[in-house]
C-alpha cells in the first residue's frame, strides 16, 4: 500500500524559511515523478514544483521559482521542499503527490492534479 506522509509544516514570519519533507512508502518508485502542490482556503489546488524521480530533473510554477527548491533522498525514499523569502500568499495547506511517469514525457504534464497518491498535507502558514 502506497503510503505519502508529509511533515515539516508550521507558523513562519514572512521572509522565512520553512522545509517540507514526504516520506514515500509502499512500492518502487524510479518510474515516478514526485510533486508538491499547495491548496489556500477557497481557492483551487495549485501546482508548485516537481521532480522525476530518477535523474531528478525538476520543473517550478512561476510563483515560487527561485524561492523553492525541490529535491529527493533516494536513499530515504523522501522528497523535500525547502521554501525560503517566504510570503503570506504561500499560506495553504501543503500536498505531496506521486504520479506514473515516463521518460519521454514532458516535465509541463506534471502541472495538472491528476496524480496516482496524494499525501494527507501539511499546513504552512506565513504570518506578515
Known amino acids: 500500500q502506497v503510503q505519502l506522509v508529509e511533515s515539516g509544516g508550521g507558523l513562519v514570519q514572512a521572509g522565512g524559511s520553512l522545509r517540507l519533507s514526504c516520506a514515500a512508502s509502499g512500492r518502487t518508485f524510479s518510474n515516478y515523478a514526485m510533486g508538491w502542490f499547495r491548496q489556500a482556503p477557497g481557492g483551487k489546488r495549485e501546482f508548485v514544483a516537481a521532480i522525476r524521480w530518477s535523474g531528478g530533473s525538476t520543473y517550478y510554477a512561476d510563483s515560487v521559482k527561485g524561492r523553492f527548491t525541490i529535491s529527493r533522498d533516494n536513499a530515504k525514499n523522501t522528497v523535500y521542499l525547502q521554501m525560503n523569502s517566504l510570503k503570506p500568499e504561500d499560506t495553504a495547506v501543503y500536498y505531496c503527490?506521486?504520479?506514473?511517469?515516463?521518460?519521454?514525457?514532458?516535465?509541463?504534464?506534471?502541472?495538472?492534479?491528476?496524480?496516482?497518491?496524494w499525501g494527507q498535507g501539511t499546513q504552512v502558514t506565513v504570518s506578515s
Open positions: 503527490a506521486a504520479k506514473a511517469f515516463g521518460s519521454a514525457q514532458p516535465m509541463g504534464v506534471l502541472r495538472s492534479p491528476e496524480y496516482d497518491y
